[in-house]
């Protein structure tokens, strides 16, 4: 009997394999989100003025956001949505549809056209100088000028802008008034979007819900323009990265996507009531440079934070 139980007592001990504890592994990435909420905060608490944002991670659908649903003036940021409807109308025009503006389409320069803060424009010879409606794209894009803007705003149809936000679900994103457009502006029509609501933009133009390709492709080409902005300032300079910024007194904005390698992401950050503009355009910048720092060790780090570089001969 006591050889039986000897047995027994074996088999419990050796041949009964135990629970194993699962290792412990790094939070994939929740301490590096932390960290970037921990910069906007520090950023907030310093700024004098109002602060908003939306980031997006492409990749794995994570956000983080600031007064996301709150609304912001958008200055010029709001010509991506003029950018995107003219992308739209082209391809319309491709698929067969008439009396729609197409990038090709010819458009002579007129006086009546200029405005303030038209550098490329107001430089041009009225009645002689002929342009396509990309190369007012390009000029409103690369420059921001607004009165290439207002050509196209009228060859594209403004009700037409605002029909194709409100398809996109976009409630409160809103184009009511031309550039420089001063007493549309004191009567309180102003341009304005939301963190929330310009991130869903971006994404569903990103994933191909509003243009398709060809326009599609060429529409980001287009937006990745090089230009004077905020988010790609600290960033690499070789970095795919389509965006608007916007200005106005008491006002800095700037929305885009960073096509980084193998983890893309959308990042909008709005700023108002601004005491000092300059401080708005440094937070815009400090929040792209925490956001890129944290997506750059993502896109290169396995799910345990190991980094190996294209140059690392050496593993250990």
């Known amino acids: 009997m006591k050889r039986l139980w000897g047995t027994v007592l074996l088999f419990v001990i050796v041949g009964a394999p135990a629970q194993a504890t699962p290792p412990e592994t790094p939070d994939k990435g929740d301490t590096l989100w932390g960290q970037l909420r921990a910069t906007v905060t520090d950023v907030e608490q310093h700024l004098d003025g109002v602060l908003g944002l939306a980031i997006l991670d492409l990749t794995s659908g994570r956000q983080l956001l600031l007064r996301g649903d709150s609304v912001f003036p958008q200055a010029s940021s709001i010509k991506i949505a003029v950018l995107a409807e003219l992308y739209h109308q082209d391809e319309e025009s491709a698929h067969g549809a008439g009396g729609k503006a197409r990038l090709s389409d010819i458009y002579t320069v007129q006086t009546s056209d200029i405005v303030a803060d038209s550098d490329i424009m107001g430089g041009l010879s009225p009645g002689v100088t002929v342009l396509t409606n990309r190369d007012l794209a390009t000029m409103m894009v690369a420059v921001s000028d607004n009165a290439a803007t207002n050509v196209l705003i009228d060859r594209v149809g403004m009700e037409n802008v605002r029909a194709l936000l409100t398809s996109q679900g976009l409630s409160h994103t809103l184009l ?13 029509r102003e341009n304005v979007s939301t963190p929330r609501e310009m991130l869903t933009f971006l994404e569903r133009l990103y994933r191909g819900k509003v243009l398709s390709k060809p326009q599609l492709d060429d529409f980001f080409t287009m937006l990745s ?5 905020w988010i790609p300032s600290s960033l690499p300079a070789d970095l795919k990265i389509a965006n608007k910024p916007g200005s106005l007194e008491g006002v800095r904005a700037d929305s885009g996507i960073v096509f980084l390698k193998n983890r893309p992401y959308i990042i909008c950050v709005m700023t108002t009531y601004l005491a000092n ?21 993502l896109s290169r780090a396995s799910e345990y934070g190991r980094v190996i570089s294209p140059s690392n001969g050496s593993l250990r």
């Open 176 to 188: 009511q008034r031309k550039m420089m457009d001063l007493k549309a502006a004191a009567e309180g």
């Open 277 to 297: 503009e300059r401080a708005g355009e440094d937070a815009i910048r400090r929040i792209s440079g925490a956001a890129y720092s944290m997506f750059d060790r």
């Open 225 to 229: 323009t090089h230009k004077d902005s």
